[in-house]
């Protein structure tokens, strides 16, 4: 959500200021701006709507001449979006800038105290109080203005800092909310994420909670919030450059789901050694497996469609009871925790303000928490007693595919290695699951390789008002991450249910030539699941489905069937999810939406 970035150096400011911002749409915004502090005064372009309204407002940042400048992409939460309400905020001098991503909880109470002080609003966001309260604490030393703001305000911030006073400096801050400083020669950056600036620099600094960082063109400074310098350590991003490019695609979704593969093999390959699945992550782990009776999964989103998965797969392999909780719940209810208990929580940003949340809660209450997450040096990696990395890389497009699947596996890795622990598993059949799991890179191919078959089929349902997706088990679980595709890229109504659940009510709104999209993956629940549709055929519905190789049973039923290669039960979500995915873009592209920006959607939640 929101995104922020940062130039001090010899080049002008404002063109990379876009380029960064550029590479930040998939966090989700509804506006954009910049401040350019020229030598003699701050300039502030602000717009509503797409980087493009801004880029050419300002011809590509060719009319805000500066080396120095910050820049920002907002996604609204207080405040219409508009000009006015859009970032950089500023005191009423315009002697200091500031862009901001998070939430400030007591801005209301800040903002009256700052009203009886004389100061005048022109916004409705909680940003603008930080701008005014910079203005009234300053007294020659930002460093010292900074922390009293820091003391004084409740909630979450990433903050970029111009003073016209600092002519040679950068200021950047950061509570709860993700920020990165990048290091290059002569110049330095500051970004919300490592994709805005990949392309200058592979060097970067991780600021972590309540520090402080002073941004030269040469030299950088740390602080606590004790102001006390501090020293950090230097990271090198290894990611390759293309994988933030479309590379020839026309939205990143296509490119992303047509990496699946790969994505794949990189997140078990670590994992599997000498035909054995092993986490050296947990090798030093004070967490008895063998003895394990329950296992709490926490996410958000489609990381909790996968955790669902998970739960299925878990249970069934190694028989230990599986709690998976909406994040945005978790803590809410009051889990019952203690010593001995787990807590596994997914989070492709790592930066989701629930899961981050509930990794303090499970903590708290004496449980172990480990991470799976796909962005190393996030805050959910240092909160975490143990952290398992995905290797989907950067994953643009804001509707997951690749991240998602990489979960997936981790899980089923997770699931083996836990029903080896707890004896439930016989060596011929943890052989059997590690082959079919080194399959399934080769097995996703030849569903995308099916991709124009599916695009004919989607290009029907581009009218479509409701569709319905059915499953059981496993299949339920494909079914849900399958409905949020769709509604979440294409804007159609799309809920999924699971097919024993449809008599309870949900039939009565099936009706003439409404779309259900049914899920067979599951050998012992085919022939039920199969009644179901019937059910819905015989209140008009035309029934799309996807299921196993061979199951030619289902053509007598349904109007059109996608076949998936065949694999163990497990792992069927893998290769069932590629057609839902799929499907979904089609419907989104083939009505001519931004299908990598879908409106009112951020990539990072990192607000609760």
């Known amino acids: 959500m929101c995104g922020i970035v940062g130039y001090i150096g010899k080049k002008q400011a404002a063109p990379i200021l876009l380029d960064g911002l550029s590479k930040l749409e998939y966090r989700g915004y509804d506006s954009a701006g910049m401040a350019v502090f020229d030598g003699e005064n701050i300039k502030i372009e602000k717009t509503p709507g797409r980087l493009k309204v801004l880029e050419e407002t300002t011809h590509g940042g060719e009319l805000m001449p500066g080396m120095i400048g910050i820049g920002h992409t907002r996604w609204a939460t ?51 109080v930080l701008a005014h309260m910079l203005d009234y604490y300053y007294k020659g030393d930002p460093v010292e203005a900074i922390i009293k703001v820091m003391h004084r305000v409740e909630g979450s911030y990433a903050l970029g800092i111009i003073f016209t006073d600092c002519p040679d400096d950068v200021f950047a801050v950061r509570k709860d909310s993700p920020l990165v400083i990048g290091k290059g020669e002569g110049e330095n950056f500051i970004a919300s994420d490592v994709p805005a600036i990949l392309k200058y620099t592979r060097n970067v600094y991780y600021i972590q909670n309540e520090e402080i960082a002073k941004i030269g063109t040469d030299k950088i400074e740390f602080f606590n919030i004790d102001a006390e310098p501090i020293e950090k350590e230097l990271h090198r991003v290894e990611w390759d450059m293309n ?44 967490i008895d497996f063998s003895k394990l009776t329950s296992l709490h999964i926490v996410a958000c989103g489609s990381a909790y469609h996968a955790g669902f998965t998970g739960k299925y797969v878990i249970e069934k392999m190694a028989r230990v009871p599986v709690y998976v909780d909406l994040a ?35 903590k708290a ?53 836990l029903a080896e622990e707890k004896g439930t598993l016989k060596e011929d059949e943890k052989k059997q699951l590690i082959s079919d799991l080194l399959r399934l890179p080769e097995q996703v191919e030849m569903v995308l390789n099916n991709k124009e078959r ?19 088990g496993i299949d339920y679980a494909i079914a849900i991450e399958g409905a949020l595709k769709l509604k979440e890229i294409s804007y159609i109504h799309a809920e999924a249910y699971a097919a024993g659940e449809l008599k309870h009510g949900t039939i009565s709104l099936i009706e003439e030539n409404t779309l259900v999209n049914a899920v067979l993956t599951q050998e012992d629940l085919y022939d039920k699941t199969i009644s179901n549709i019937r059910e819905v055929k015989s209140r008009g519905a ?53 299908v990598d920006h879908p409106r009112n959607l951020a990539k990072s939640v990192t607000v609760e």
Do not use: C, W
């Not at 500023?90 to 400030?104: K, L, M, W």
């Open 78 to 128: 207080h405040g219409v979006p508009s000009t006015e309400n859009a970032h950089p905020h500023f005191n009423a001098s315009r002697s200091i800038a500031v862009v901001h991503n998070g939430i400030i909880e007591n801005y209301i109470k800040l903002k009256e105290k700052m009203i009886k002080r004389g100061y005048k609003f022109v916004s409705d966001t909680d940003t603008e």
């Open 243 to 286: 994988a933030a490019e479309k590379g020839g695609y026309e939205f990143f979704m296509m490119k992303e789901m047509m990496e699946q593969p790969k994505v794949i093999r990189d997140t078990f390959t670590p994992h599997i050694k000498n035909n054995e699945i092993v986490f050296d992550e947990l090798k030093d782990a004070d």
């Open 328 to 362: 945005s719940e978790f803590r809410y209810r009051n889990p019952i925790l203690g010593e001995g208990d787990v807590v596994v929580l997914i989070s492709q940003s790592g930066e989701t303000a629930d899961t981050k949340a509930a990794i303090g809660e499970a």
């Open 454 to 472: 599916i695009q004919k089929f989607a290009n029907r349902y581009i009218a479509a008002k409701d569709i319905f997706f059915i499953g059981r």
């Open 542 to 594: 035309f029934v799309m489905a996807v299921t196993n190789l061979g199951h030619t049973k289902i053509e007598e039923v349904a109007d059109y069937v996608v076949y998936i290669p065949e694999t163990n039960k497990y792992f069927t979500n893998t290769l069932a999810i590629i057609p839902l995915q799929l499907f979904g873009y089609f419907v989104s592209a083939g009505k001519g939406y931004d």
């Open 365 to 417: 209450k004496g449980a172990k928490t480990i991470a799976i997450v796909n962005a190393k040096g996030s805050s959910m990696t240092r909160e975490a007693d143990y952290t398992i990395y995905t290797e989907a890389g950067p994953e643009i497009s804001v509707a997951t595919t690749k991240a998602y699947s990489a979960q997936l596996i981790i899980l089923y890795m997770l699931a083996i290695k």
